[in-house]
């Protein structure tokens, strides 16, 4: 049996918080409290091992090793105490997959309507992979892709069906 | 002559490799083929000339093309859940073992009953379906209904799942070039010189479409394109890749054959590309003609072009003898080509009163009878072509000459493959020069961009020979012929058929246009001229010409019919994609799915979530195990998964007065540690959801929504919040799924609760009802709402969605000698309507206001406005008639069926006996050991102890008396314990 | 299938990716309106042949609501903008009379309701 077209892997320990607030206002705080610079739209910064996305003009996302979620979670809840801002601990809703392999980027092509290939190195593209809503990203050898918890099962199946072996998107 | 059958030629066919043989079977019968035949050529090659029978008049049918356009040699491929009706013998690759059998002959090809039809024709014309079948009325039901379904449809569908794997893929690419014959190479070349990526597909396994065949040096011409395209990193090239539909803004659909040719490959039989194409380069050729001559359907029988591929390509000869007939030049290349091989021409028939190309010329020297302003009256013949009779194309058919042949090359010109330029609106011109549609490059399909977003290239452009391209030499004229002869009599075009496969003749489409028919998109219907499976490829400007000539008008004032999307039929399974089985839909699964799933419970779907419905132990039966919850819930304690419930957190200085917008009761007004019920509506009144709201801080609430309404409940937030409130200092978050919910419920829930030790005070005086406390237990982060849907003491316990499965766990360890009972959706749904409480989507259909469910206690007197509050004030909505919430009390002791109605005296205007209310929730209530119901009746709560009837179709009608829709526990003083 | 590029986050999302909502610009109204006023706001919508302006809701993604100006006919995409304004913004008219010079703003003739919001929502665009 040849190879299948990527590793598929979930990720169980990473946390998540989510940000919301004005950007232009609050963007020094944030990126200061969670340790990482702002990321441009449609971006993401990465420092050590903790990744900050642009989720929406007012949204973030920090990504971070689990143990550390809570006192990120108080700083950034400091940091914005003066601002209408919403921060959210959000590890437990999340179902987290590497894709890794040469051919990751074809696992993504046969689920995911976005142009993945054409997305900045660190580009962070919100899209549906079938039919559930998730996030992508790169990282090395591969690719990060974030959905909703309940799903999860729904995108383990997905993504491996999608990297079956032989199945390579190249003209044959 | 070689074993693959007597009729293939001693040498020749390029696309085949005579070294491999492959045995296969047409209607049980053995046969050889070799690689690279199709199954038309494999068949050919073994003399079944036949390969099934029309639709209507089931007529014996060979092949009349080589291609995708085939309208006759369709088969029936594969067996069991691989079996696939319909599929064109002229595409479809021939593979080793393969097991195909003819289609719409009973008992058997060659002797088939339905034929009889052939010898009614007389009965069956245009529009006989519609004819036909109107009167006498009841003989529609018992007589032509069954024997019409019976014969209808052509093959088979199959009865078993399709053992076979599909998928789909997205591609992003500036410029694809559907067609890979040498324009669509040159288009290819040139689009990647500049840059850009390119994708060349082609539907063939084979680039380099007619000019192989075709042109002096036309192989080396394409071999030179692909070698350059081949070294070109920005170009993919796709053979066996079908485009099938040009859509909005440069979205295209094309099917790749993956392992069509191997069903054992292990890996997906094909796949659907979903292209984003910037620029869309049809180079899609060009498709011959028939022409309308009297037996142009008798087997042997074949388009000109496609004599010479099968010669050329696969080394097969369709007839030993060959007429060819023609209106145009390009016929003559079939005779040289059959003359190359060494088989016989008999004569080429011209329509034209000369013919004096070079074409004509190197026919003529070959010693070929050519006969100018000449036509076919007639085609000798049932099973195959025997002889030809001949007749003055200018006359009205009287017999000249009869001529003995097994083939007939005709050619009535050829019609530009227009499909993907016309799917989204690209316009057509005609042509006289030519007698053809070319696509108009002045009125391309535009895109988002207002520009255009295909245009087309060589034979699709309506230049056929592509000199620049191919070397070719100038060639004469294409005479226009519509009907041959001429001036064909009436009987004579009873036999001339249009639309082979739906068998539809020139007789028709004249019957058609003389009993008031005008517009081509009705004839089409009327007739069914062009709606078979090959969507008239062959047949629609031959049928479009006899239309226009009947109703005496030119060509382009009749039209063509719309280009529909897909060019060929694709395979359902593509369309699916990887959508079946247990990814057909994405099942949501809360963190304890896996524990109900271990103890048996019987799921039911409410979303896309899977919530346990009950919990049967052993053989007990679903009814039997939601009383059973019931009664230990009310008896002791149970556990509702309740993680599925919408929660959306709401913050902001902004969200109270904005909640009181979204909520028709007050929520600003909320303190902070308490719960409040409340009722979401639509502007239009209509209540859509419901749940609890918790203030959590002076700034934030957290509301919970129904189970399949958090995602739909966030939308509409996130609507009138981002797009008429914009200015309102709000976040909201969709947060249902950061938390694992249980609802643990009955007298014992606290004592239960308590047992699992933590931080957190559970007393009535610290956490009453409709309050909430956050804490600790079993040493787990919880959220405590005391809040009640069963009317019993209740807690619902939010914890971390990763803790979830470890305290409900724990609360069945723990309540062992309580008898702690896990309970399901129909417990609670059974537990809430003994209580009188509304369900969304039971009491409510998008028709129902709050104010119909005795529900004002809930909207706001004091507030000026709030989503819906304007409708709740139109007439209608306050009009006294309406039907309004009541409890129903089955008089009799049966269950009162969900949904029927309560009739009133007299009908409406259709005559319909009056109603006067329905029953929206219906259960047997193990609580009080009685049938309990709820129902909407008009000005109901006024009308209590009337009782109302109820019929039910085959049963004594049941009878309910109007009462309190609130049958247990009025005081709620369980609740409160 | 369309293709609209959502002014939110540049993403140019196709038609699966985003959720419609229907004719952009309504003017709401709520308790103390006429019945005509109301039914108008609730029911009567322009569903024109031509150009358009509608909401759209780039759900597979960034999760906002954004206006496209659209030709319901020809599919031409004249320009998406922010949700967060009362009528078509200049540069989307500009956009619209560049490729039909005949079409006119219905809505110029009708008294400018100014609304406080406009700059929060442009500030959280920038
Ligand atoms: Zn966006």
């Known amino acids: 049996m040849a190879e299948a077209l990527a590793r598929i892997s979930q990720v169980q320990d990473w946390g998540m918080i989510q940000i919301r607030a004005d950007l232009s206002r609050a963007g020094d705080a944030i990126a200061e409290a969670a340790g990482v610079a702002l990321p441009g739209q449609g971006r993401i910064t990465t420092d050590g091992s903790r990744t900050l996305g642009w989720m929406s003009p007012d949204e973030l996302l920090l990504v971070l090793p689990r143990a550390e979620t809570a006192e990120a979670l108080a700083a950034l809840q400091d940091a914005l105490a003066t601002e209408h801002a919403l921060v959210l601990d959000v590890s437990d809703m999340r179902a987290v997959f590497r894709i890794q392999g040469a051919k990751a980027l074809d696992v993504l092509m046969k689920l995911c309507p976005a142009d993945l290939a054409a997305m900045p190195q660190d580009g962070l593209r919100r899209t549906r992979a079938a039919q559930v809503a998730c996030g992508i990203w790169r990282e090395t050898d591969g690719y990060v892709l974030i959905g909703f918890r309940s799903v999860t099962d729904y995108l383990r199946g997905i993504l491996t069906g999608a990297a079956v072996p032989g199945t390579q998107l190249d003209p044959r | ?977 | ?126």
Request: aromatic share 8%; proline share 6%.
């Open chain 2, 1 to 977: 002559m070689t074993e693959t059958g007597p009729f293939r030629l001693p040498r020749g066919g390029r696309l085949i490799d005579r070294a491999y043989q492959l045995p296969f079977r047409f209607d049980g019968r053995q046969m050889r083929g070799v690689a690279g035949d199709t199954l038309a050529s494999a068949l050919l090659a073994n003399g079944q000339l036949m390969m099934g029978r029309s639709f209507k008049y089931h007529r014996p049918r060979g092949p009349i093309a080589s291609g995708a356009e085939e309208p006759n040699a369709l088969l029936g491929l594969g067996q069991g859940g691989r079996f696939e009706p319909n599929q064109r013998a002229t595409t479809t690759p021939l593979v080793g073992g393969m097991v195909t059998a003819s289609q719409n002959a009973w008992p058997s090809l060659n002797a088939d009953i339905g034929a009889i039809n052939n010898w009614l024709y007389r009965f069956f014309p245009a529009g006989f379906y519609y004819k036909t079948f109107m009167h006498p009325r009841p003989f529609w039901k018992h007589v032509f209904e069954p024997i019409i379904r019976r014969s209808a449809g052509l093959g088979k569908a199959p009865t078993e799942a399709d053992p076979d794997k599909y998928e789909q893929a997205y591609a992003h690419v500036d410029v694809v070039v559907v067609g890979g014959g040498i324009a669509g190479l040159t288009a290819a070349r040139d689009a990647a010189r500049d840059g850009k990526s390119v994708w060349l597909v082609e539907q063939t396994p084979h680039f380099g479409g007619r000019t192989p065949t075709d042109h002096a040096d036309g192989q080396a011409r394409v071999d030179a394109l692909l070698a350059e395209l081949q070294g070109m990193a920005n170009v993919t090239l796709r053979r066996s890749t079908q485009a099938t539909g040009l859509y909005d803004h440069g979205y295209l659909l094309v099917r790749e054959s993956l392992a069509d040719h191997d069903p054992n490959a292990g890996i997906p039989r094909q796949r659907l590309w979903r292209i984003r194409a910037g620029h869309v380069v049809v180079a899609t050729g060009a498709l011959e003609r028939p022409l309308s001559f009297a037996g142009n359907d008798v087997p042997g029988v074949i388009l000109a072009s496609a004599v010479r591929d099968y010669i050329n390509d696969y080394g097969v000869a369709p007839g030993r003898r060959i007429v060819v007939v023609t209106n145009n030049d390009d016929a003559y290349r079939t005779a040289l080509v059959a003359l190359d091989a060494g088989l016989d021409v008999a004569a080429v028939i011209d329509a034209r009163s000369t013919a004096e190309g070079a074409l004509p010329a190197a026919v003529r020297a070959r010693g070929v009878r050519v006969l100018t302003g000449s036509a076919i009256a007639g085609v000798k013949g049932g099973h195959g072509v025997e002889a030809v009779k001949l007749c003055a194309h200018s006359g009205s058919g009287q017999v000249t000459e009869t001529i003995d042949a097994d083939c007939v090359a005709m050619s009535g010109g050829w019609s530009p493959v227009v499909h993907l330029w016309s799917h989204c609106g690209g316009k057509l011109n005609w042509s006289d020069a030519q007698s053809m549609f070319a696509p108009d490059p002045n009125r391309p399909p535009t895109g988002a961009d207002g520009k255009a977003m295909a245009s087309c290239v060589g034979a699709a452009a309506g230049d056929l020979l592509v000199p620049e391209l191919t070397g070719a030499q100038a060639e004469s004229a294409t005479m226009p012929v519509w009907v041959m002869p001429a001036h064909a009599p009436r009987k004579m075009k009873f036999k001339m058929w249009l639309d082979f496969q739906n068998d539809v003749k020139v007789s028709d489409v004249e019957l058609a246009a003389q009993e008031g028919y005008h517009s081509v998109e009705h004839t089409k219907r009327y007739t069914t001229l062009g709606m078979a499976t090959d969507q008239g490829k062959v047949s629609n400007i031959n049928g479009l010409a006899v239309l226009s000539n009947a109703l005496n008008q030119p060509i382009p004032a009749t039209g063509t019919t719309t280009f529909r999307p897909p060019y060929t039929p694709l395979t359902l399974g593509t369309i699916a994609g990887e959508a079946r089985g247990e990814i057909f839909q994405p099942l949501r699964k809360t963190p304890m799915h896996g524990w109900h799933e271990a103890q048996g419970a019987f799921f039911e779907p409410v979303g896309h979530w899977r919530r346990p419905y009950c919990y049967p132990k052993g053989s007990e039966s679903h009814g039997d195990a939601v009383a059973r919850e019931i009664r230990a819930v009310r008896a002791s304690v149970g556990t509702l998964d309740a993680s599925t419930l919408g929660k959306i957190i709401v913050k902001g200085p902004d969200a109270g007065r904005y909640l009181d917008m979204m909520y028709t009761g007050m929520m600003s007004s909320l303190p902070i540690g308490k719960c409040r019920y409340g009722l979401i509506c639509s502007e239009n009144g209509f209540l859509i959801d419901d749940g609890v709201a918790a203030r959590l801080s002076e700034d934030t609430w957290l509301v919970h929504t129904t189970t399949g309404g958090a995602e739909r409940m966030h939308g509409h937030f996130e609507d009138w919040l981002q797009c008429e409130w914009w200015d309102w200092k709000v976040w909201t978050a969709n947060v249902t799924e950061q938390w694992a919910q249980v609802a643990v419920v009955g007298p014992k829930a606290r004592v239960l609760l308590e047992r699992l030790g933590g931080k957190i005070d559970l007393s009535p005086e610290a956490l009453p009802f409709m309050g909430w406390i956050e804490g600790e237990i079993a040493g787990i982060p919880a959220r405590v709402y005391r809040i009640s849907f069963s009317g019993e003491l209740s807690f619902e316990v939010a914890v971390p969605a990763n803790r979830g499965l470890e305290l409900w766990e724990k609360l069945h360890e723990a309540g062992r000698d309580l008898n702690v009972t896990p309970y399901g959706t129909e417990a609670m749904h059974v537990m809430r309507a003994e209580k009188g409480f509304i369900m969304i989507g039971d009491e409510t259909d998008g028709t129902v206001i709050p104010q119909d469910l005795g529900m004002s206690w809930a909207i706001s007197k004091k507030k000026a406005d709030y989503i819906g509050k304007r409708a709740q004030e139109r007439s209608f909505m306050t009009d006294p008639g309406r039907w309004k919430l009541v409890g129903l009390e089955s008089l009799d002791g049966r269950v009162l069926p969900d949904g029927v109605y309560a009739v009133d005296q007299g009908a409406n205007a259709n005559g319909q006996r009056k109603v006067q209310g329905r029953v929206t929730s219906t259960y047997m209530s193990p609580t009080l050991d009685r049938p309990i119901a709820m129902g909407l009746v008009r000005q109901g709560p006024e009308r209590m102890g009337e009782v109302l009837e109820f019929p039910v179709a085959g049963q004594e009608s049941y009878k309910a008396r109007i009462v309190d829709p609130v049958f247990y526990d009025k005081e709620g003083s369980r609740a409160n314990g």
């Open chain 3, 1 to 126: 299938m369309l293709t609209l590029t959502c002014p939110y986050c540049g993403i140019a999302a196709e038609e699966t990716e985003l959720q419609p909502g229907g004719e952009a610009h309504l003017k709401r109204f709520g308790p103390g309106s006429t019945d005509a006023e109301f039914e108008a706001y609730l029911f009567a919508r322009k569903n024109p042949k031509g150009v358009h302006f509608e909401r759209w809701r780039h759900a597979y993604g960034c999760g906002k609501w954004f206006m496209a100006a659209r030709d319901t006919a020809t599919l031409q995409v004249f320009g998406t903008y922010s949700a967060q304004t009362p009528h078509p913004t200049p540069e989307i008219v500009a956009a619209i009379q560049a490729h039909r010079p005949d079409w006119q703003p219905d809505w110029l003739a009708e008294p400018t309701t100014q609304t406080p919001a406009d700059t929060s929502a442009e500030s959280l665009n920038a």
